[in-house]
């Protein structure tokens, strides 16, 4: 079965504006919503993901945190994501993955110390069939 999952990309200034639509197809997604507590240090989210089948992935939050993978203490990689500003990545997408040291991701350990609550979105499209 496939699944898409879909990003539109816009730009503005003034009246000017382009939009654009991407949709990528996999076979395979995980989605975690979580509420990581203010004052949280590396809360430990369960999350597996094969970095080299990723096909897109979105955390968003509404407040500041810092991701940090499979470990709190020496992480193989770590995200600082502000609220509102999430970090968005896809396969068609000309940068890198994000999963800079392609280890797989077998828990997330997130630290929010914004003064409240952070609601995190996780999203992730992986090609569970390569």
Not at 89 to 108: E, G, H, I, Q, Y
Request: proline share 5%; with cysteine.
């Amino acid at each position: 079965m496939s699944v898409v999952h879909a990003f539109t990309q816009q730009w503005e200034q003034g009246n000017n504006s382009v939009s654009k639509r991407i949709a990528i197809t996999a076979d395979a997604e995980s989605n975690v919503s979580v509420s990581v507590p203010d004052s949280s240090t590396d809360l430990q989210v369960v999350l597996a993901l094969d970095v080299s089948a990723l096909k897109s992935i979105i955390i968003a939050t509404d407040n500041d945190i810092t991701v940090e993978t499979n470990s709190g203490s020496s992480a193989d990689d770590t995200f600082t994501i502000l609220a509102n500003n999430p970090l968005v990545w896809n396969s068609d997408c000309p940068l890198p993955n994000p999963f800079a040291s392609a280890v797989d991701v077998t828990d997330l350990y997130i630290t929010n110390a914004s003064g409240s609550a952070a609601a995190v979105e996780i999203r992730t499209l992986v090609d569970a069939t390569p």
